[in-house]
């Protein structure tokens, strides 16, 4: 070892010196080789050999594109309903099937292909999402039929539009190619998602939304002289024309979208979604314990029962112990100075059941305004083993219904109301008892079971008989894209084109603040 040590060491002085005299001999060379080193110029002809040796090795398969409006990958997103489900097809299917997931991020769309066993990342420049939906742009028309070309796309599935125009309906029409829409919530029917007035007054049918279209106008800006629900639904519709079939995951949701778009009745497919549970709650006897653990799941926001959640917290005695596992919409101090609420804070799916069993939960409140179209956090309850307490309204009402897993309460119950109930569960342990065996009943639909369902689908929709040559694909808007997404420099190649698109939308920017009138009264002052 000792013999080793002195090589070592020899040879590093050795290198020392000889490097001492190359630097004083060739300083300027020297420079030069750090500076190479440092930026590495030749990156993107090196990603551009890497990836095109990837991308013509793969084997050719079916791809399927899923559009949403927000990347289940981007860790400081809250992901939500829409992003769990695209990424369970896309996992699920992945075995099968290339995936094409293409997603708003800020300024730029995510583009990225899923195959077998790598992903590649494109990023494209796109601009603000508008301030008003735009149903249609020749630059999102370019980039969807580039992205439907270049990656040899043969089934759209759309599942959200907001900020992204309704391009890729058409672009995927002109290459008749099988499209398909699921309805994660009500965009399609109304730019009021929620369909809440401003009082928090639910509707669910044209019939009932008369009475506040002036207020949702008002709601995004709109003055009252433009039929803007009225402009709306009908782009949406001549789009939902063009689909081969559109997916709810539940009854209550199909009857609210019929009611608006009655047409479509024929068109509109219930698929549950499929939810899986990594560990069963083991449900230890809870002999002596006095308290009732009641828990609220995921983000708690206006809609979701924010008010009712904190309502119950503030009225109850501390024989109800509350626990919230995700966030609330804001931070209620009076709350949280509770000594019997426990804000354990955000969590993963897989890690749910630990987290439920060691802090001995009892219920599950699930409480919205809004009539959700499924509601993960009831899958998520009931795969724990948890009986669930649920507002009678949209799809909550329905599946504690059918599966009986737990208690409904009327929708526009009070917190008393509610409370109450809460109460008369805790001393009912016979009903409560029958309840839980309920649910160890319950058969839950898996994602890989959700994955047949669509998988079987696509199938039957599939044409293998659109032309594809190679003389379709764009190699420098592929590689453009794919060094975007890495952060290499990309002026080597169209990356000017970027930079004109950023300046051009700056200048319009700096354009209207220079045409507006607070800034031409602000210039007089």
């Not at 019929?258 to 009745?265: C, K």
């Not at 051009?504 to 319009?508: G, I, N």
């Not at 354009?511 to 002052?525: C, E, F, M, P, R």
């Given at each position: ?25 060739y ?13 590495n110029p030749n990156a993107?002809?090196f ?32 992901i939500?309903g ?5 990424k ?6 992945r ?6 997931v293409v997603?708003?991020?800020?300024l730029?769309l995510?583009?990225?292909?899923y195959?077998?066993?790598k ?15 735009q ?7 370019k ?21 992204m ?18 309805m ?5 029917i ?7 007035s ?25 003055v ?10 009908e ?7 063009m689909?081969?079939?559109?997916f709810?995951p539940s009854?209550?949701?199909?009857k609210?979208i ?10 509109i ?5 499929g939810?899986d549970?990594?560990?069963?709650i083991e449900k230890?006897?809870?002999?002596g ?15 979701k ?9 503030r009225k ?7 626990y ?13 100075k ?16 630990d ?8 219920l ?8 959700e179209?499924f509601c ?10 948890i ?24 929708y ?10 809460i109460?008369?569960?805790k ?11 309920n649910?160890r ?9 959700m ?7 696509y199938n ?15 190699y ?12 290499i420099?990309?002026?080597l ?10 300046l ?5 920017e700096l ?15």
């Open positions: 070892t000792g013999t080793s040590s002195f090589v070592s060491e020899e040879k590093r002085k050795y290198i020392e010196a000889h490097e001492k005299i190359i630097n004083d001999r300083p300027e060379l020297n420079r030069k080789v750090q500076l190479h080193c440092r930026d993107a002809i990603e551009n050999v890497r990836i095109w040796i990837d991308l013509n090795r793969r084997e050719k398969r079916k791809t399927i594109l899923y559009l949403l409006h927000s990347d289940f990958k981007n860790a400081s997103d809250n939500g829409t992003q769990l489900h695209v369970d097809l896309m996992l699920g299917l075995e099968t099937s290339d995936i094409v997603a708003r991020d800020g730029d995510n583009v990225t292909l195959t077998k066993e992903e590649y990342a494109f990023k494209y420049y796109v601009g603000e999402a508008p301030q008003y939906q149903f249609r742009s020749e630059k999102f028309a980039l969807y039929h580039s992205i439907l070309c270049n990656f040899d796309v043969d089934i759209v599935h759309v599942h959200h539009v907001r900020g125009t309704l391009e890729l309906f058409y672009e995927a029409e002109k290459m008749q190619l099988p499209i398909f829409v699921t994660h919530d009500y965009y399609f109304s730019p009021n998602i929620t369909l809440l401003k009082e928090y007054e639910h509707y669910r049918s044209p019939e009932e939304e008369s009475k506040f279209i002036n207020e949702i106008n008002e709601q995004i800006g709109i009252e002289s433009i039929p803007y629900v009225k402009i709306w639904r782009e949406h519709a001549a789009v939902l024309r689909v081969n079939e559109i709810t009854e209550s949701a199909k609210i019929t009611r608006f778009y009655p047409q479509f009745s024929q068109k497919v219930v698929v549950e979604h939810t549970c990594t560990k069963k230890k006897e809870k002999s314990k006095k308290e009732f653990h009641v828990a609220f799941l995921g983000g708690i926001s206006i809609e029962g924010y008010n009712t959640a904190t309502q119950l917290i109850s005695e501390k024989d109800i112990q509350w919230l596992f995700g966030k609330f919409q804001f931070t209620d101090l009076m709350v949280e509770k000594k019997n609420f426990h804000n354990i804070g955000e969590y993963k799916r897989e890690d749910l059941p987290l439920m069993s060691k802090s001995e939960i009892d599950v409140c699930i409480l919205p305004i809004v009539s179209t993960y956090t009831l899958s998520e309850a009931v795969l724990c083993g009986p669930v307490l649920v507002t009678d309204v949209g799809a909550l009402g329905e599946r504690v219904q059918r599966m009986q897993c737990g208690w409904i309460v009327p526009g119950s009070d917190s008393s109301t509610i409370l109450e109930k109460r008369n569960i001393s009912n342990p016979e009903e409560y008892k029958k309840i839980e065996r649910i009943q319950i058969q839950m639909r898996t994602t890989s079971e994955c047949n369902i669509y998988g079987e689908i039957k929709n599939y044409k293998d008989n659109i032309e594809r040559t190679d003389d379709k694909i764009d420098q808007w592929m590689l453009e894209g794919y060094l975007c997404e890495k952060g420099g990309t002026t190649f169209n990356g000017q084109n970027n930079l004109a698109e950023r051009q939308d700056m200048d319009r354009q209207g603040i220079l045409n507006s009138n607070a800034y031409k009264v602000a210039t007089i002052l």
